[in-house]
């Protein structure tokens, strides 16, 4: 039987410590290196070295004075001994760094001295957080090399004395980043891969990931099995398809492609949960549904799937100082540690990590009296997730993010509420008066990044890379721009609910914080505001705190598109909205009528006045609100209209909270001094001008007063949406509405035509909430106006509201199309255009065939792309295929056939279609799909995959590109390689083949070989410049040694004479034709006839003869450059040393000398199309002359008869002629799916 759920989740946790373990194990055992430390007695001392101290060491800033001194002498430097630690490091900072890296005979010793600085930042990190950046700072160049050191015996240190080294070295530098806009934290990762994945528990994540495949291929084999019994089919065994032979080690199905696609999740991130946790008498815990703002926006969009994942924080976090020391465990110090627990969320919550050992051997006996209140705790928090596993049910799962108790109270209670809240709603009076300390200031934000840092963590270890992580509001800024850090591939999107409206001095007077904030906003993959307001606002700040930002604006689809440091954010406006059922269901029930009937009846007294009208409002008892304001608005309105005392009320319910914070409890008390005041001056006997209450109402209650009521107030001073107004009107379309304008729903209905001229206004607008004659003026206009004319006008804003609902809302924002990722359908005017659009395609196929080999799902907003770019191509061209746009400097008009481009951008939609299949035969079907329109396919195919198959494995694949594996496009510029070849190729290297390289005479870079393929690093070698110039890897490039220095000079100047001669009106065609001038490593070349011959014969020879004079003109004795036509192009190429030109065979030749390959060894594929790639062919027949199979596309017979000539002389008859790229690229896959398929000998 499978494991339940809480074995699987605690199988995950025990897995996501021994991540920990492994990782610090795998890096200490990597770290070739011992740190000797001489002592003044010429002894040895390994213990009291940095980072390896002996076991029950207290550390103290005495402790760390002592080795610094000592430190210091052996530098040679005398000091006073009665300084303190951090003045010795004021006053020898510079020097201990500097000696460190001069790597002379003291630079050991300096070491150990910075060594001793980071130990100390990690000991008690909120301290000497200043120091810690100093230290990075100084480090400089020089910090990879510092880490690979460091980590290792930090790491150490971790391992043997249970310190939290790792934790407080990774929020420091996280915490840096914040700060500094800077990547430090990716440095690390550089220096010492691991750490990366110890943080993230990979481990666990991956075993949970195959955990929950397996539990799907048994789930579907169990019911196919089920059904197969019952109709007693006899291919039982068949039941599970392909995927019986699946594997934990490699993501392939027997079709050769990497399957697992799994649908993309909504991993929803905030601070507050959905649910209200309340701990009973009993000890039980009771959990409900919540009812905030937040829930009823998200919550249906979370419901869909209960696989989808909302992270929030549930109260259950850890004691302690969240600043504290980061050492040893009961030894270092006695206060709780600086970070909260290095294992988290998948299945299950983490629990504090000081009593995670109890949870490991909770059964075991233990009569220790100190840890009798950790278990008690232990089993207290195990009796909460019991309810958690319960509620996750047929449901979403909730999964609770656990902080530092201490932390998490600054962060919301502090920062959040006390400088956020009133700076973003532009209250700074609200501030609070203690953040004009800036230490105190200092030290909230560290808490409110930390706590940030525990949310990301959590929201990368629950995530899978097709999954859309959306964050929530101003509580949560960071996260995106940590996450980044964490794994830059995950697409992440925020959305702020409340205002952005920061007054001009908070960017001076809070930039420590103010700063970052902006750049986190940036971070994210996409932002969305609630209005124009907030998001303009946004864009303005951008522009002036950072210049080098790139902006730009799509007015079509009304986003912001913003680059900064080499990422791009898309800026939306998204006005959220309601659940409209949740509160119309509620309005036709008799219960709702008659509770709607006594509200009126209590309020306005049992025989009002027909003219009577009961004003409402309901909202948070918050400053924000303009309660206040309100109120003074209602005494004016009373007193300068006495006609209406006796006749209107107004019912105000203001649900009070943050009781705790005096600047809200001062707030409430004026408030209700205000109230109490009103009634005592005019109320009477039968009538009370407001009543008010402190108690929200369930939602019946609240549906049966918006019903009661003949005027809703909704006026706030400043407000994100404020979402009463359209629950207002949702359910009574006769009341009537007085919007301020502070709320953004009023900036929504005005922007939507529902404010506009005299006769088309649908609401009463106040302008400006401290005038309270005004305000008077609107309560009496709204008030005067006809029942049936409120209704009409109410009528309108009703229908607004249906046809906007929440769901439209979350629809728009999770709607891929809008983010700068997605390539739009545009109209191609131009040459750069049209290149543009091809480049941008590259990237979004090179995406697409990583997933495909990773077994990933393939994202939403790829296919949307492609599509786009399609639909361009195709609304752009003039007549079928054929594209007519504006050359870059000049007025004349190019013309492409672009039909290879459009093909191939349906036939990568046709793959994405087969691969997401869950048929195991989807890519024989896609191959069958390449048939189309071709009646030698077929046989083609078969006859080449029979050629492949009987080489069984070939130890080197060589192959030319264009002609062979892509089809020839209109330009280079355009060529770009197919997904579905890409991944064709990138399988048969992995399958069948040791050693590949492709071969070509493009240049490598600068619209070369690299620019313009889709297979991800690792697959191919690339030689371009026909063989001159080889990218083995990004650390391995090399090239042809034997060019001179004055031959690259001759280069130069003939590709400078070529530039301005296709300046020419008489040659300008020639700019971009074909592959147009290209300058190689060796050579040049320049198109002088495309793949559709569109350039007439007497134009072409024009060229090549000006071509010639001009290297006449430069190598006057004929002695380095040679001049060779072929069919579409013309080449210069330099002469070797012995006067012959340089070939594709001498390219190999080189490649096999500079990488130790010999070609005797093993079977060897050679592919091309042209003359140009036969010395490759020669080459290989030299070397090992019964090992080589070719296959050549090509239907020219001249070139067929020299192939079979020149294999035939070597005695070889391996050899196989086929027509286009799609029949080599069809007995790929075919070769790669016998491969795959074929038993594995082990």
């Given at each position: 039987s499978w494991p339940s759920c809480p074995s699987l989740s605690l199988s995950l946790l025990l897995s996501y410590r021994f991540d920990h373990f492994l990782t610090s194990f795998s890096i200490l055992i990597s770290s070739n290196r011992s740190f000797i430390l001489s002592m003044e007695d010429g002894s040895i001392n390994l213990q009291d070295q940095p980072f390896q101290r002996r076991i029950g060491t207290q550390l103290t800033d005495a402790v760390f004075k002592s080795d610094m001194v000592h430190i210091l002498r052996q530098l040679e430097v005398e000091e006073d001994e009665d300084k303190s630690f951090p003045e010795l490091i004021r006053d020898h900072f510079e020097m201990i760094g500097t000696e460190w890296k001069k790597r002379a005979s003291k630079s050991e010793m300096a070491l150990q001295g910075m060594l001793l600085i980071l130990e100390y930042c990690m000991w008690t990190p909120a301290a000497a957080s200043e120091l810690f950046e100093k230290l990075i700072n100084f480090l400089g160049f020089h910090s990879i090399q510092f880490w690979k050191i460091a980590v290792p015996v930090l790491f150490e240190s971790d391992f043997t004395a249970a310190t939290k080294y790792r934790d407080a070295l990774l929020f420091a530098l996280a915490l840096y980043d914040v700060n500094t806009g800077k990547s430090r934290l990716k440095e690390v990762y550089a220096a010492v891969p691991g750490v990366r994945e110890s943080l993230l528990g990979e481990n666990a994540k991956s075993f949970g990931e195959k955990f929950h495949h397996l539990k799907k291929r048994i789930s579907r084999h169990n019911s196919r099995s089920s059904l197969l019994d019952e109709i007693g089919s006899p291919g039982k065994d068949r039941s599970i398809g392909g995927d019986g032979n699946d594997s934990d080690t490699d993501h392939s199905l027997p079709s050769g492609l990497a399957s697992a696609h799994f649908h993309q999740r909504v991993i929803n991130v905030s601070n507050a949960p959905p649910v209200s946790l309340?701990?009973?008498?009993?000890?039980?815990?009771?959990?409900?549904?919540?009812?905030?703002?937040?829930?009823?926006?998200?919550?249906?969009?979370?419901?869909?799937?209960?696989?989808?994942?909302?992270?929030?924080?549930?109260?259950?976090?850890?004691?302690?100082?969240?600043?504290?020391?980061?050492?040893?465990?009961?030894?270092?110090?006695?206060?709780?540690?600086?970070?909260?627990?290095?294992?988290?969320?998948?299945?299950?919550?983490?629990?504090?990590?000081?009593i995670a050992e109890v949870l490991f051997h909770v059964l075991a006996d233990d009569d220790e009296v100190a840890h009798v209140h950790d278990k008690n705790k232990a089993r207290q928090d195990l009796s909460l997730l019991g309810v958690l596993n319960h509620y996750n049910r047929g449901r979403y799962k909730l999964n609770p993010v656990v902080v530092q108790e201490e932390d998490y109270n600054v962060y919301y209670g502090g920062i959040s509420n006390g400088l956020l809240w009133p700076a973003l709603h532009n209250l700074p009076e609200y501030i609070s008066e203690e953040y004009k300390d800036p230490k105190l200031i200092r030290d909230h934000w560290c808490s409110y990044v930390r706590v940030n840092y525990q949310f990301a963590i959590d929201a990368v270890r629950n995530s899978r890379p097709q999954d859309f992580i959306w964050i929530h509001d101003y509580h949560l800024v960071l996260v995106g721009l940590i996450m980044q850090s964490l794994d830059p591939n995950l697409?992440?999107?925020?959305?702020?609910?409340?205002?952005?409206?920061?007054?001009?001095?908070?960017?001076?007077?809070?930039?420590?914080c103010a700063i970052p904030l902006l750049r986190g906003l940036l971070r994210f993959t996409k932002v969305g505001f609630q209005t124009h307001r907030d998001r303009d606002r946004f864009v303005k700040e951008v522009e002036k705190y950072f210049r080098a930002a790139k902006i730009s604006f799509d007015q079509q689809l009304d986003i912001y598109t913003i680059s900064l440091e080499g990422v791009s954010c898309s800026l939306g406006v998204f006005p959220v909205s309601i659940k409209n059922e949740d509160f119309l269901h509620f309005v036709s029930r008799p219960e709702t009528l008659k509770l709607s009937a006594d509200i009126r009846r209590k309020m306005l007294g049992p025989s009002p006045s027909p003219d009577s009208r009961l004003f409402f409002s309901v909202e948070r008892f918050d400053y924000t609100k303009g309660i206040r304001e309100k109120l003074h608005g209602w005494r004016k309105y009373l007193e300068t209209h006495p006609e209406r005392r006796g006749k209107d009320v107004l019912y105000q319910i203001a649900v009070t909270n943050r009781r705790s914070v005096d600047m809200y409890r001062v707030y409430q008390d004026e408030c209700m001094e205000q109230v109490e005041a009103i009634n005592r001056d005019y109320s009477t006997k039968d009538w009370t001008p407001i009543i008010f209450e402190c108690d929200g109402l369930p939602r019946d209650q609240l549906v049966a007063a918006y019903c009661a009521m003949d005027i809703g107030v909704v006026t706030p001073r400043k407000d994100g949406m404020n979402l009463v107004a359209k629950e207002m009107i949702v359910v009574n379309p006769r009341a009537g509405l007085i919007l301020s304008t502070g709320?953004?729903?009023?900036?929504?209905?005005?922007?939507?035509?529902?404010?506009?001229?005299?006769?088309?206004?649908?609401?009463?607008?106040?302008?400006?909430?401290?005038?309270?004659?005004?305000?008077?003026?609107?309560?009496?206009?709204?008030?005067?106006?006809?029942?049936?004319?409120?209704?009409?006008?109410?009528?309108?804003?009703?229908?607004?509201?249906?046809?906007?609902?929440?769901?439209?809302?979350?629809?728009?924002?999770?709607?891929?199309?809008?983010?700068?990722?997605v390539i739009k359908n545009v109209k191609i005017d131009t040459i750069d255009d049209f290149f543009s659009l091809m480049i941008r395609t590259r990237h979004i196929r090179r995406q697409i065939v990583e997933r495909v080999l990773e077994g990933v799902p393939i994202r939403q907003h790829f296919c949307i792309s492609l599509a786009n770019a399609r639909d361009s191509l195709l609304s752009s061209t003039s007549s079928p295929n054929t594209l007519r746009v504006k050359a870059t400097k000049s007025s004349d008009i190019a013309i492409f056939d672009i039909q290879n481009e459009i093909s191939e951008l349906e036939r990568d939609l046709s793959f994405i279609d087969?691969?997401?299949?869950?048929?195991?035969?989807?890519?024989?079907?896609?191959?069958?799909?390449?048939?189309?329109?071709?009646?030698?396919?077929?046989?083609?195919?078969?006859?080449?995959?029979?050629?492949l198959?009987?080489?069984?494995?070939?130890?080197?694949?060589?192959?030319?590109?264009?002609?062979?594996?892509?089809?020839?496009?209109?330009?280079?510029?355009?060529?770009?390689?197919?997904?579905?070849?890409?991944?064709?190729?990138?399988?048969?290297?992995?399958?069948?083949?040791?050693t590949c390289a492709i071969l070509t005479t493009a240049p490598m870079m600068n619209m070369g070989i690299l620019d313009v393929g889709t297979i991800p690093e690792g697959y191919y070698y690339y030689g371009a410049s026909g063989g001159r110039e080889w990218?083995?890897?990004?650390s391995v490039k090399f090239r042809d040694s034997s060019i001179m220095s004055t031959e690259q000079k001759l280069l130069d100047e003939l590709f400078n004479r070529l530039s301005l001669l296709v300046e020419e009106e008489d040659f300008h065609v020639f700019s971009w034709i074909g592959s147009g001038l290209q300058k190689h490593y060796g050579h040049v070349t320049i198109a002088h006839q495309d793949v559709h011959v569109s350039i007439s014969t007497e134009k072409g020879t024009k060229l090549k003869r000006k071509v010639e004079e001009i290297v006449r003109?430069?190598?006057?004795?004929?002695?380095?450059?040679?001049?060779?036509?072929?069919?579409?192009?013309?080449?210069?190429?330099?002469?070797?040393?012995?006067?012959?030109?340089?070939?594709?065979?001498?390219?190999?030749?080189?490649?096999?000398?500079?990488?130790?390959?010999?070609?005797?060894?093993?079977?060897?594929?050679?592919?091309?199309?042209?003359?140009?790639?036969?010395?490759?062919?020669?080459?290989?027949l030299a070397r090992n002359s019964t090992g080589v199979f070719t296959i050549w596309v090509?239907?020219?017979?001249?070139?067929?008869?020299?192939?079979?000539?020149?294999?035939?002389?070597?005695?070889?008859?391996n050899f196989v002629f086929v027509n286009s790229p799609e029949v080599l690229l069809g007995a790929m896959a075919q070769a790669t799916i016998r491969e795959t398929c074929r038993p594995r000998q082990y």
């Open positions: 309340k701990k009973e008498k009993t000890g039980e815990w009771e959990i409900k549904q919540g009812s905030g703002g937040l829930v009823s926006c998200v919550d249906p969009v979370m419901s869909k799937h209960e696989d989808n994942v909302w992270l929030a924080n549930l109260g259950m976090n850890v004691g302690g100082k969240g600043g504290g020391k980061g050492g040893k465990r009961d030894s270092f110090s006695d206060q709780s540690h600086s970070l909260a627990p290095a294992t988290n969320t998948l299945g299950l919550p983490l629990i504090k990590q000081t697409e992440v999107g925020f959305f702020l609910h409340i205002p952005f409206q920061p007054p001009d001095s908070f960017f001076d007077k809070f930039s420590l709320a953004g729903s009023e900036i929504q209905f005005y922007n939507a035509g529902l404010y506009g001229k005299e006769e088309e206004r649908n609401y009463t607008r106040i302008d400006d909430l401290y005038d309270p004659i005004l305000y008077a003026q609107c309560f009496y206009d709204a008030a005067c106006l006809n029942e049936e004319e409120r209704a009409k006008r109410s009528k309108r804003i009703h229908e607004f509201l249906l046809a906007h609902d929440i769901e439209r809302w979350s629809t728009a924002f999770l709607d891929p199309r809008w983010t700068h990722h087969y691969v997401e299949s869950d048929d195991p035969d989807n890519i024989e079907q896609f191959v069958e799909s390449l048939s189309k329109g071709m009646e030698y396919f077929h046989e083609q195919v078969d006859k080449a995959t029979a050629l198959t009987k080489a069984d494995h070939f130890y080197y694949f060589f192959t030319d590109r264009d002609g062979t594996l892509k089809s020839y496009s209109c330009a280079y510029s355009a060529s770009i390689q197919p997904a579905y070849s890409g991944v064709i190729q990138a399988q048969f290297a992995r399958r069948c083949a040791q990218y083995v890897s990004p003109e430069i190598d006057v004795n004929g002695d380095k450059l040679a001049v060779v036509h072929s069919d579409r192009e013309t080449k210069v190429l330099l002469k070797t040393q012995a006067g012959k030109l340089f070939d594709k065979g001498n390219g190999l030749r080189m490649l096999c000398s500079n990488l130790n390959i010999d070609l005797k060894e093993g079977n060897i594929l050679v592919c091309g199309d042209s003359s140009t790639d036969l010395p490759m062919l020669e080459e290989c090509t239907q020219d017979e001249t070139l067929q008869e020299k192939v079979r000539a020149l294999c035939l002389s070597f005695s070889n008859n």
